[in-house]
């Protein structure tokens, strides 16, 4: 059996308690990429830890929900995780570009407002825009249906690269009422208004949960980070986890507990639902 790791602060230490105590009223948030699944050169190539559907199917049913906070389409989530029909999942929701769309196991549904008009318009200026900035090779566009991402890992000086598009494309979001959200060497050009902070206060709030776990590995789950202080400022506890790596730090900061990448956080899950099961 994995063992239950120790937070390192008192707050999550509170959390964790709390989670154990009662955890039918917790919420469980979690990112896709770089959380539940590697982080790889090819973002289509992605897919979940093999160990995570199960310990989720495990630990799912002991809380109140277990929700998948990602940048990525919530049908592109649930094809990547392996999520579809599987037992013991009744209890997830996979939110989707940031939460704008939800999927929830229990009806194999997803629901999403229509799409943000400038997503198409940046789409047909970006080939360009990227050819001017004298950034093409190497670097490559992901379409997103509800955003369009901008990755530089493939290229030359993947970093040199990542910084010199920062500008342009903002620039470029701006003019067409988007914003870019920064990841480990990508840029994504979405619609403004929501981000894994405020997916995850609503979900809390619709659940009325009285505890939350939040486990993230990029700068796009700073929000979610915060929602969660927030939260344990008006009294509700908290676990903030960091799927560690050496690409980005800031989280590795602002978190009670750090694991080991997917594998580490897959191994928590596990830990987790051997308590509560």
Known sequence: MDPLPTPQTQQGRHGLAALLAQPRTAVIGLDFDGTLAPIVADPEQARA??????????????????????????????????????????????????????????TGEITAPAPHPGVAAVRAELPALLERAGAGQGTWIEEKGRAVAVHTRRATDPQATFESLRAPLADLAAR?????????????????????????????????????VYAGDDLGDLPAFAAVDELRTDGTPGLLICSGSTEVTELAERADLVVDGPEGVVALLRALAAQLG
């Open 49 to 106: 830890h093999p160990d995570a559907v199960p310990a989720l199917a495990a630990l799912a049913p002991e809380v109140a929900s277990v929700a998948v906070i990602t940048g990525r389409p919530a049908d592109v989530a649930v094809r990547y995780s392996g999520f579809g029909d599987v037992p013991g999942l009744e209890h997830l929701t996979v939110l989707g570009h940031y939460g704008a769309e939800r999927w929830d196991a229990a």
């Open 176 to 212: 067409h009422g988007l914003i870019v959200e920064p990841g480990r060497l990508v840029l994504e050009l979405r619609p403004p208004g929501m981000d894994k902070g405020v997916a995850l206060t609503e979900h809390v709030r619709t659940t009325g949960a009285r505890c939350v």
